[in-house]
Structures are given as structure tokens and as C-alpha cells.
T-cell receptor, first 113, second 117 residues
């Protein structure tokens, strides 16, 4: 069975500071993808960052980076220089070779001006 | 990136009526589309997998006669909420993935907020 766990229902960060959102997962497959999606108040799901499991190098997209620890099955998201527009729900997700997608329960991020 | 469009973005209907929500992949063909339901401040709950040219695969607990899914073409899937009741009020989101594990991610529609009076 595949599971995705986000243990932080809510997080807050001061504008311009750095915040890390946690995610752990479980899968028996060796080939899979991990994602972080952002859902702002508009409710549109937006891909933030993607990581292929076979790549050891941590993915980076501008101010967003991940810490992918495959052995520990951990996939945290770091947001640097936080901006007001980063305020949203963040979902960690796992996709396996069976064309299935698994979402975590989400972390609500508040950015304090 | 790929674009998925969903319509309508919000709809209000009377109890007992049926509502159809459309999901289109605008710049790619999608043999498979996914329909999710989301309650406030909760995660996405997969309702069903829509397969082009064949029957949808429903998740456990989802009434297939209540939530009719049709995937008649490679770019369009529809979700019809039949005989809607207030408890069906929710946010419905569709998604699709171009190709099979091309880059892995799902592309989402804008979502449809259904309110049943």
C-alpha cells in the first residue's frame, strides 16, 4: 500500500524567512515520482516541484527546494525568502508506475507580513 | 505545461436536479482522467478514474449511479451528479496526465464548486 503523511496541519513563516514542510511516504515500488502541489485560495492546484525517485540530486525550482531522503522515505519542501503569495495549502503527493496518485492531508501555510 | 480546463467553475442547483461538469484537456490527449472531491480544508479524495472509451473505475464508497462519468473522447470527460442533494455540495476537481508517466505530474482543472439548495 502507498501512503503519504504530512504531520504539520498548519505552519507559519515570517515574510522573507525560510520554512520547511515535512512529508513522509511509504511505497514498495522502486520507481516513482514525488511532488509538492500548492493550492491557493483560488483552489487551483499548481505544481511546485517534482522529484524522480531514481535521481539522487534534490530538485530545485527557484525559491523552492526539496530534501529527498529515499532510504528514510522523506520528502520535505523548503521555501526560501517566503513571500505573501506563498500562502496556500501545500500537498505532498506520490505517483507510482500503476498510474495512481496519492496525496497527503495537506499543510496550510500562513505568511506573516 | 499541459492545460486542463473545467467548466463550470461554480454552479448552484435545486435538490433533485442533475448537474454536469466538464473536464477538457486542451493541448494533449488524455486516455485517463481523474475526478476528485474536496471538502473544506481537507485533502483531495479520488472518486473515480475516467477511461476513454470504457467504463469508469470508481473508488470504494462512491456511488456510480449518483456520479455518472463519461469519457467519450480523448479530450473530454464529464461528471454528472444525478438527483443532487445538499450533501453533494462540494468542490469537484478533475485532472489528467499527458502520456503514461511522461513527467509524472497531474495537471488539474480549475475546479467546480457545487452548491445544492
Amino acid at each position: 500500500a502507498q501512503t503519504v503523511t504530512q504531520s504539520q496541519p498548519e505552519m507559519s513563516v515570517q515574510e522573507a524567512e525560510t520554512v520547511t514542510l515535512s512529508c513522509t511516504y511509504d511505497t514498495s515500488e522502486s520507481d516513482y515520482y514525488l511532488f509538492w502541489y500548492k493550492q491557493p485560495p483560488s483552489r487551483q492546484m499548481i505544481l511546485v516541484i517534482r522529484q524522480e525517485a531514481y535521481k539522487q540530486q534534490n530538485a530545485t525550482e527557484n525559491r523552492f527546494s526539496v530534501n529527498f531522503q529515499k532510504a528514510a522515505k522523506s520528502f520535505s519542501l523548503k521555501i526560501s525568502d517566503s513571500q505573501l503569495g506563498d500562502a496556500a495549502m501545500y500537498f505532498c503527493a506520490l505517483s507510482n508506475t500503476g498510474n495512481q496518485f496519492y496525496f497527503g492531508t495537506g499543510t496550510s501555510l500562513t505568511v506573516i507580513p | 505545461g499541459a492545460v486542463v480546463s473545467q467548466h463550470p467553475s461554480w454552479v448552484i442547483c435545486k435538490s433533485g436536479t442533475s448537474v454536469k461538469i466538464e473536464c477538457r484537456s486542451l493541448d494533449f490527449q488524455a486516455t485517463t482522467m481523474f475526478w476528485y472531491r474536496q471538502f473544506p480544508k481537507q485533502s483531495l479524495m479520488l472518486m473515480a478514474t475516467s477511461n476513454e472509451g470504457s467504463k469508469a473505475t470508481y473508488e470504494q464508497g462512491v456511488e456510480k449511479d449518483k456520479f455518472l462519468i463519461n469519457h467519450a473522447s480523448l479530450t473530454l470527460s464529464t461528471l454528472t451528479v444525478t438527483s443532487a442533494h445538499p450533501e453533494d455540495s462540494s468542490f469537484y476537481i478533475c485532472s489528467a496526465r499527458p502520456g503514461r508517466l511522461s513527467t509524472g505530474e497531474l495537471f488539474f482543472g480549475e475546479g467546480s464548486r457545487l452548491t445544492v439548495l
